[in-house]
């Protein structure tokens, strides 16, 4: 019998006992305010544009053109702009012409047929119809049947008074993209953080395998790997709204610079994934016969170092330098022929491997491609 008794309950009474089943463990992680209040940070800038955007297409139409309720100036800048962190102006306008097509139909059908339930069905299958025609994209489709759904069930007194609102909500939506541009270089940062330690887990994975001959942890390795496709892809979704942003904003022009050197980055982590995909494949192969191989994961390990420095990188340019350098220094070791002596060909072929992978990790470093496989010894 436990000797601590019971435990007192939260207003400090002994006997009480608290139940700790009320809240599912999964979910106590999502109860946490820290989460909550980093989506809010996160999604500060979006929600600045949609506020001014919304607000500002709502008080041209009400104001200046004297428009009773122009709700569609308002709903059409949210739609378009929304909380992603891919608010390129080429997605935010194709959005927009989703939205005005969609009007555009329900307007004519209430010119010709007038408003009940067989015209709102109507209006959306024309709508959803044309959408699909004309985009690949379901949100393109999605979003004109939304706001011909709107103008089917708030009548206007005036005809295709709903269609200038959505083109002047469309109008200050692009406006807001240029003129009060979401900051991305603090997300870029993190989501490529983010892709540098799934890819430093993989590397780490993959030299246990080698240190223990362990085909099992050689396997998670390669499996690791072979998921970094997934982020990889996303940060360069990222990494091509901030440029097209900047492209259009006069006050992101000062970071293009930066979002050319992330990409630089990103590009060649994306071919040092490709490359540590084909190495994992190799160390499962040579972790079948469960011998060590401490040679080949001592030099993935190094070159996994440097590939944490250049992570560090995203952040402080300034440590590029040393990655460099870190990579550099494993590069010039990587010689097959050197490295012959005791060694069974198929071992030689993983060294090989590697040599490709140090070339890439020197280019999103900032080494010249040139000079990165110039710093390769002779094979």
Request: glycine share 10%.
């Amino acid at each position: 019998m436990s000797a601590s008794g019971p435990a007192p309950s939260p207003d400090g009474r002994p006997g009480a006992r608290t139940d700790t089943r009320a809240v599912p463990i999964g979910w106590r992680g999502r109860l946490s305010p820290r989460p909550g209040l980093e989506r809010v940070r996160d999604s500060l800038g979006a929600i600045a544009q949609i506020v001014i955007a919304a607000t500002a297409g709502f008080a041209f139409a009400h104001y200046v053109l004297g428009h009773p309720a122009p709700l569609l100036a308002a709903t059409v800048t949210i739609s378009s702009l929304g909380l992603v962190r891919d608010a390129r102006p080429r997605r935010v306008l194709e959005t927009v012409v989703g939205m005005i097509l969609g009007i555009l139909i329900a307007e004519l059908i209430v010119a010709a047929a007038g408003i009940g339930w067989w015209q709102l069905g109507l209006t959306l299958t024309a709508s959803l119809l044309v959408a699909r025609f004309f985009s690949p994209q379901p949100a393109f489709a999605v979003a004109a049947a939304i706001q011909a759904a709107i103008v089917m069930v708030i009548p206007a007194s005036v005809p295709f008074l709903r269609l200038i609102d959505g083109v002047i909500g469309g109008v200050a939506a692009l406006l807001v993209t240029a003129l009060v541009p979401r900051s991305p270089l603090r997300a870029l940062i993190a989501g490529g953080t983010q892709v540098f330690a799934e890819f430093d887990s993989a590397v780490a994975t993959l030299v246990q395998g080698l240190r223990r001959g362990d085909r099992g942890r050689a396997e998670r390795g390669l499996e690791k790997a072979r998921a970094l496709q997934a982020p990889i892809d996303a940060w360069r979704t990222e990494l091509e709204s901030a440029a097209a942003i900047a492209r259009l904003s006069p006050f992101l022009r000062r970071q293009r610079a930066e979002f050319d050197r992330q990409e630089r980055i990103r590009g060649q982590l994306d071919l040092a994934s490709r490359n540590l995909r084909v190495i994992g494949r190799r160390v499962v192969y040579l972790c079948d016969d469960g011998v060590a191989r401490p040679i080949p994961a001592g030099l993935l390990a190094e070159l996994g170092a440097g590939a944490r420095l250049i992570a560090d990188a995203l952040g402080d340019i300034s440590y590029e330098p040393a990655a460099r350098e870190a990579v550099r220094s494993v590069a010039a070791r990587l010689d097959p022929g050197a490295l012959a002596s005791g060694s069974s060909s198929v071992d030689l072929n993983l060294i090989g491997a590697l040599r490709p992978l140090a070339v890439d990790l020197m280019t999103a470093a900032g080494t010249p491609a040139a000079d990165a496989r110039a710093a390769l010894p002779r094979a």
